[in-house]
């Protein structure tokens, strides 16, 4: 509506602007003709009432269709056409305001004065006046008229189009609890009504769409949890069979199967913890309960999960940090078990106080992470290109989810590729 008062004004100014140059083109259209014939008109006036001065009382000058008063030489009006003040017209008076005048000779003797009250502007002048007035008040006119009309479309047309739009803006985003206001009065009144049953449904399908996708994620969990029994189950056999297996002998090929058993139960055992934890999170039941903890049982955490061997550690600074114990444990062992599936080389654990935190870095020396990938391995499910394509398992949650526990605790997980490997640093808060 802005372009459209914009364009009102625009037309309205060009229209004033083109009366204002017929003014000025046709200010003495017709002057000098009409001049000419008034001069006229009076020379036959000034003649006839120098022949009927003996009746001056009784003439008659309505055929010359004009104004005339007739003074004698002391400006004392003998005849007039129109009022005059105080009965006395001077010939002074005349030449001021432009009057066509002429003396009255009798007997050759100047005798008075007659003079048509007309300043000379003749019907063409008149007629131009009348346009002119007639053009600016057909002007004022249309310009009132298109802004009660500009008001009229932004009433019904314009304000209510833009707020189906802001209001279909808002179901685009997903904010379907406000309604749309209804006005049967307006050119969209008819459709207001079926834009806000639109949004009602939709509002409807989004909760039942959430509703299913929670109890589908409960389930997951459900499952994931359940899962946990067997596979528990199924290792501790194994244990008892390795355990059998040395205390017995002619059972050589039995050890290997056993061992093949038991990797397995532990690689599917990951996965559903992995899955677990990502679902409770989904959920908003991921909960981490921080505590001051002494620095070395990150030692004791790394020796948990060192099955290779393969970890070299420096001392730990002694300091607090403030963690969930539980979480951490299961941080560090997605770092390892990772390292392990796709590096296989010694890992180099160091230490360092930074500001408020405990910088621990976590090193091997395998073939790193592509640079275009980097910063999407963090992200949920994603497993490198490389890795895709491989023979080894995984569900891309391992780092997604330490990630994720290390914001829950208040620190932060960094990928990074160093000249011969990977490296992940842990920023642990201190206490």
């Known amino acids: ?14 229209y004033f602007l083109a009366v204002l140059i017929f003014a000025v083109l046709t200010l003495n259209v017709g002057e000098d003709t009409d001049r000419e014939a008034l001069v006229l ?20 000058y309505a055929q010359y269709g004009v104004d005339i008063v007739v003074t004698d030489m002391m400006g004392e009006v003998l005849y007039s056409t129109v009022p005059v003040e105080n009965g006395r017209f001077s010939v002074e008076t005349a030449i001021k305001k432009g009057y066509p005048y002429r003396y009255i000779f009798v007997n050759g003797q100047t005798s008075g004065y007659v ?12 007629l131009r006046i009348r346009i002119i007035i007639g053009l600016c008040i057909t002007g004022v006119a249309l310009f009132i008229a298109a802004g009660v009309f500009g008001m009229y479309v932004t009433k019904r047309i314009y304000r209510p189009f833009r707020e189906l739009n802001d209001f279909a803006g808002r179901v685009a985003e997903g904010k379907l609890d406000e309604p749309l206001s209804m006005d049967r009065n307006n050119m969209f009144g008819a459709f207001s ?31 994931s949890h359940d899962l946990k029994t067997p596979i528990t189950g199924i ?19 039995l050890k290997e199967k056993i061992t093949n058993i038991y990797k397995k139960a532990d690689q599917i055992d990951v996965m559903v913890n992995d899955l677990f934890s990502a679902t409770l999170e989904e959920l908003g039941e991921f909960k981490v309960n921080c505590s001051d903890e002494s620095s070395k049982i990150l ?37 390892i078990s990772n390292s392990y599936k796709y590096a296989g080389t010694a890992i180099e654990v160091s230490y360092r106080i930074v500001e408020e935190y405990l910088e621990m870095s976590i090193r091997d020396h395998g073939p790193g992470v592509p640079e275009d990938e980097l910063g999407m391995i963090l992200g949920k499910f994603y497993r490198g290109k490389k890795w895709a394509e491989s023979k080894e ?18 620190g932060e997980l960094v990928p990074s590729n160093e000249d011969k490997g990977f490296k992940i640093t842990l920023m642990i808060p201190l206490s």
């Open 1 to 14: 509506m802005k372009r459209y008062r914009n364009v009102v004004i625009a037309c309205g100014a060009l």
């Open 41 to 60: 008109k009076l020379n036959e006036i000034a003649h006839k009432v120098e022949t009927d001065r003996v009746d001056t009382g009784n003439m008659d």
């Open 115 to 126: 003079m048509i009250p007309d300043d000379g502007m003749g019907r063409t002048g008149q």
């Open 193 to 223: 009504e079926s834009f806000d049953i639109m949004r009602e449904e939709l509002r409807s399908s989004r909760m039942r769409e959430a509703d299913l996708q929670k109890r589908e994620k409960e389930l997951v969990a459900s499952l």
């Open 235 to 253: 290792k501790v056999t194994c244990e008892l069979l390795t355990a059998k297996y040395h205390a017995s002998a002619g059972m050589e090929d």
């Open 299 to 335: 030692a004791d955490i790394l020796k948990k999960y060192d099955d290779k061997g393969l970890v070299r550690s420096q001392d730990v600074p002694e300091v607090l940090i403030h963690i969930d114990a539980n979480r951490m444990n299961q941080v560090i062992g997605n770092i």
């Open 393 to 410: 398992q995984g569900s891309g949650l391992g780092l997604y989810i330490a990630s994720t526990l290390m914001e829950k605790m208040d």
